[in-house]
């Protein structure tokens, strides 16, 4: 099975802060299936980026996503106080999926 | 709107086996995948597998193999899922989600919790 990584577990930042969080694969992954979501307590995950880079229906173009083969990454521009949450990224290869572990971004 | 229905809520002893549902309304049934994925209380989403509702094809993970079943029922656009042999860690949520496209998971349900406990 394909590990995902993310680094870091947690993001301490302000509101209107950039936040950089990275997705790493233990081998390639197909750009076409990997995807970002955010999660709030309580809440099932809300998809955000689909194919590594497409923002999914809704999403504020202050998310974005970039990346291929083994490193990706999404980019928060300026962080909304409804942005401070829990990220996943999930990838989708050889009939079978994976979720990484998730990096929290918190109020600093 | 697009939504998917899950049935409520499970206590089930260690050895038994839940059975969850999954109603699909405000879109075609068939021509979206559909996956399951479970969240164990304090942890990150796991990957349980997938059903094509068209032709009843499924993927499952390989820690699930021989105890999960993913089947569905296209007359009533409705998805289930069976995990035998439950274990105390089989506690979680447990989601449905519809596949966009691309292997990304674009409606979820409202999940359905699932305890395992003597």
């Known amino acids: 099975d394909i590990v995902l990584t993310q680094s870091p577990g947690t993001l301490s930042l302000s509101p209107g802060e950039r936040a950089t969080l990275s997705c790493r694969a233990s081998?390639?992954?197909?750009?076409?299936?990997l995807a970002w979501y955010q999660q709030k307590p309580g809440q099932a995950p809300r998809l955000l980026i689909y194919a590594a880079s497409s923002r999914a229906t809704g999403i504020p173009d202050r998310f974005s996503g970039s990346g291929s083969g083994t490193d990706f990454t999404l980019t928060i521009t300026r962080l909304e106080p409804e942005d401070f949450a829990v990220y996943y990224c999930?990838?989708?290869?050889?009939?079978?999926?994976?979720f990484g572990p998730g990096t929290k971004v918190d109020i600093k | 709107q697009v939504q998917l229905e899950q049935s409520g809520a499970e206590v089930k002893k260690p050895g038994a086996s839940v059975k969850v549902s999954c109603q699909a309304s405000g879109y075609t049934f068939v021509n979206y995948y559909l996956h399951w994925v479970r969240q164990a209380p304090g942890q990150g989403p796991e990957w349980m597998g997938l059903?094509?509702?068209?032709?009843?094809?499924?993927s499952y993970a390989q820690k699930l193999q021989g105890r999960v079943t993913m089947t569905r029922d296209t007359s009533t656009s409705t998805a289930y899922m069976e995990v035998s042999s439950l274990r105390y860690d089989d506690t979680a949520v447990y989601y449905c989600?519809?596949?966009?496209?691309?292997?990304?998971?674009?409606?979820w349900g409202q999940g359905t919790m699932v305890t395992v406990s003597s």
């Open positions: 081998q390639s992954v197909s750009s076409s299936y």
């Open positions: 999930q990838q989708y290869g050889s009939s079978l999926g994976t």
């Open positions: 989600a519809r596949d966009q496209g691309w292997r990304a998971l674009d409606i």
């Open positions: 059903i094509n509702p068209s032709g009843g094809g499924t």
